[in-house]
Each structure stands twice: as C-alpha cells, then as structure tokens.
C-alpha cells in the first residue's frame, strides 16, 4: 500500500505559478504509476496529468503547455509544476499513486486562482 501526502496548493492570480508536491511511501512506490487529479464540486475527479513507472507521460488537453509533471524516484516524490494558471484550473488537486490495479489517493491540496 502506498501513501500519500500532498502539499503547495494555495491562492494565486491568474497568470501565475504554484508547484505541488506528493510525497509517497510504503511499498514499491517508485514501481506505481503517479498522477494528479482534480476535483470541483459536483462534478467527476478528472485526470491533469500522469507519469508511469517507465516515465511515459499523459496531460489534459486543458492543461498541455501549461502544467509538467515530474518524478524524483531517489526521493519518492511527484511534483506538478502548474504555470499560466487560469481561473478554470481551480479545483481541489489530489496525488495519485496506481500498483498493480490499486489505486491509492491523497486528502487532497486546494489550488485558488484568481481573475
């Protein structure tokens, strides 16, 4: 089981930068796949970006050129450099780790952008 832990949500204007980090630990967890979501209220966790164990990569349409995922295997962290920030990028953001068909979740980091 791997466990979760993110931080560096926070409020921001439009325009700008935040960095998330997810720190991981438990079992294997440089074998997982990792990925962020994010959530607003009443509608679906959808997927921001993922990272495989073999360093394939997936973005959101939304958020091509804007947001760069990245894995620090020797530190067991997941980052999400979010850039250009848009008001619409607002959401609860959580980390996500995936072994062998488990999905493991974080509680969650709440990112604020402002117009």
């Not at 679906?44 to 091509?64: H, T």
């Not at 062998?100 to 952008?113: M, R, S």
């Amino acid at each position: 089981q791997v466990q979760l832990v993110e931080s560096g949500g926070g409020l921001v204007q439009a325009g700008g930068s935040l960095r998330l980090s997810c720190a991981a630990s438990g079992t294997s967890s440089r074998d997982a796949d990792m990925g962020w979501y994010r959530q607003t209220p009443g509608k679906q966790r959808e997927l921001v970006a993922r990272i495989r164990s073999g360093g394939g990569l997936n973005y959101a349409d939304a958020v091509k050129g804007r947001f760069t995922i990245s894995r620090d295997n020797a530190k067991n962290t997941v980052s999400l450099q979010m850039n250009n920030l848009k008001p619409e990028d607002t959401a609860v953001y959580y980390c996500n780790a995936r072994l062998w068909g488990v999905d493991a979740w974080g509680q969650g980091t709440q990112v604020t952008v402002s117009s």
